[in-house]
T-cell receptor, first 112, second 110 residues
């Protein structure tokens, strides 16, 4: 199994641009999570999906952030427009039921 | 109060010693508890899970859970320099949401 696959690994963009982060969960996992990690705030849950349906998006910081999961093997996190304070590492994770999560390698986003 | 709290450290121990990492959580209804290890620049990696009171051992790692005190700990015996990393405590709060502590940075000194 290739694990959770995220792309791109690194993204540098200018303030105001649209950014799209991508994730392919482990096949057979029914839950998918988007986290953001910063030195100041640690790992923060942004949104999670169960069986492709968004369950809890209370962690999404504001309307500039949106996430979709059109099928069981793909999810996107979009930021439009991006701001410098969005700079962080964004992790996607997947799980089956109540098992611990498996994380992807993350996307390091820098907004200048 | 944060959902999951850990000492940020850093915690330094000599090689061969026991490293003790602690975590408290706020939700008495939590049922699932996890420890993750995160090397610098890498993603969190699951190393231990525990679901019932008491100790759970896996190699050099022992997880301890006390639900009455809302306390989880991780002991690393015979610490090695390769154990140097940030250790994240995670607690299942509200259905399938895992909340993470901010992590404890461990350094094992050769």
């Amino acid at each position: 199994d290739a694990g959770v696959i995220q792309s791109p690994r690194h993204e540098v963009t200018e303030m105001g641009q649209e950014v799209t982060l991508r994730c392919k969960p482990i096949s057979g996992h029914n839950s998918l999570f988007w986290y953001r990690q910063t030195m100041m705030r640690g790992l923060e849950l942004l949104i999670y999906f169960n069986n492709n349906v968004p369950i809890d998006d209370s962690g999404m910081p504001e309307d500039r952030f949106s996430a979709k999961m059109p099928n069981a093997s793909f999810s996107t996190l979009k930021i439009q427009p991006s701001e410098p304070r969005d700079s962080a590492v964004y992790f996607c994770a997947s799980s089956l039921g109540q098992d611990g999560y498996t994380f992807g390698s993350g996307t390091r986003l820098t907004v200048v | 109060q944060k959902e999951v709290e850990q000492n940020s450290g850093p915690l330094s121990v000599p090689e061969g010693a026991i490293a003790s990492l602690n975590c408290t959580y706020s939700d008495r209804g939590s049922q699932s508890f996890f420890w993750y290890r995160q090397y610098s620049g890498k993603s969190p990696e699951l190393i231990m899970s525990i679901y019932s009171n008491g100790d759970k051992e896996d190699g050099r790692f022992t997880a301890q859970l006390n639900k009455a005190s809302q306390y989880v700990s991780l002991l690393i015996r015979d610490s090695q320099p390769s154990d140097s990393a940030t250790y994240l405590c995670a607690v299942n709060i509200r259905e399938n949401n895992l909340f993470f502590g901010t992590g404890t940075r461990l350094t094992v000194i050769p």
